[in-house]
């Protein structure tokens, strides 16, 4: 077996101590169990496979990704066992856990003002793949992005709920895992109930935005989304601390964010079961303020 191949089939896991309704399974999917600890391994490797694939890129070649983390770790130890070079552009404001990760993998990292958020780093990519001959795989318009989701884990989720699903909750980053799930789930049932959640104004909450409509994904679809519940950054840290507290489940504050959303569902709800993404493992997250 191949590392690569331990990607996916993540475990399914019932909450038992928080959910607010007895009559509401509520199950998070542990993405944090993929090889590099993240939701992110999934599109990592379907976008450099699928160009390798195609020809668009060879190995020996040199990449160049935007990214808040964890797409970047992904990036990181698929490209270099894969052949490749990766450089990867993020905020400096990115846990240290999380800069050494991709370097342990053997990424070059650039870090670019906090206060110019993910955008400058978009543009800073964008203008080294134009000028300096790199390749970037643009996860933010990469249809092998939400590709990677409609082939595993929405199958995953339908596989291991017996099809019993009613509602899917994620955060939305680069909308790349809602928009592929969206597309399996809503072909296997259309009532399948598909809610996003983004930071209210003003909130941080690492792995998730409120894009500015010029950054918007392009492979983001409004009409794959049927709700999109807003969480505060206050929230998100709140329910992360209490997974870890009540349900021994460490991950990161965007999983927080993303149970939170699925108890607000659940309070609203007769009947259900809701599956929610726990994007990655909290211990990248333990030199902030987190968990303190």
């Not at 680069?174 to 959640?197: R, W």
């Not at 569902?265 to 599956?275: D, H």
Request: glycine share 8%; net charge negative; proline share 4%.
């Amino acid at each position: 077996m191949k590392l690569v191949d331990l990607i996916g089939n993540t475990p399914l896991v019932e909450l038992t101590n928080i959910p607010v309704n007895p009559n509401v399974k509520i199950f998070c999917k542990l993405e944090g169990q993929n090889p590099g600890g993240s939701v992110k391994d999934r599109a990592a490797y379907n976008m450099i496979k699928s160009a390798l694939d195609r020809g668009t890129i060879k190995k020996g070649d040199k990449l160049v990704e935007a990214t808040s983390g964890n797409t970047g770790i992904a990036l990181a130890m698929v490209a270099n066992i894969l052949g490749l070079h990766m450089t990867l552009i993020m905020p400096d404001n990115s846990t240290k856990e999380r800069v050494l990760s991709m370097e342990a993998y053997g990424a070059k990292v650039i870090l670019t003002p906090s206060e110019k958020t993910i955008e400058y780093s978009r543009e800073l990519a964008e203008k080294m793949a134009l000028e300096e001959g790199y390749v970037i795989l643009n996860q933010f318009s990469n249809p092998d992005n939400y590709m990677a989701h409609y082939h595993s884990t929405g199958p995953e989720i339908w596989r291991d709920t017996a099809g019993e699903v009613t509602h899917f909750v994620s955060a939305m980053g680069t909308t790349g895992t809602i928009m592929g799930v969206s597309m399996f789930l809503k072909e296997k049932n259309s009532a399948i109930q598909i809610v996003g959640t983004q930071p209210t104004d003003g909130s941080s909450i690492p792995g998730i935005r409120r894009w500015s409509p010029e950054y918007l994904p392009k492979i983001f679809e409004p009409n794959r989304v049927d709700r999109v519940i807003d969480v505060s950054q206050e929230e998100a840290t709140y329910m992360t601390r209490r997974m870890a507290k009540e349900e021994g489940v460490l991950a990161g504050m965007s999983s927080g964010g993303a149970l939170h959303a699925a108890l607000k569902l659940a309070s609203e709800l007769q009947s259900g079961v809701i599956v929610c993404i726990t994007c990655d493992r909290g211990d990248r997250y333990l030199s902030s303020d987190l968990f303190g």
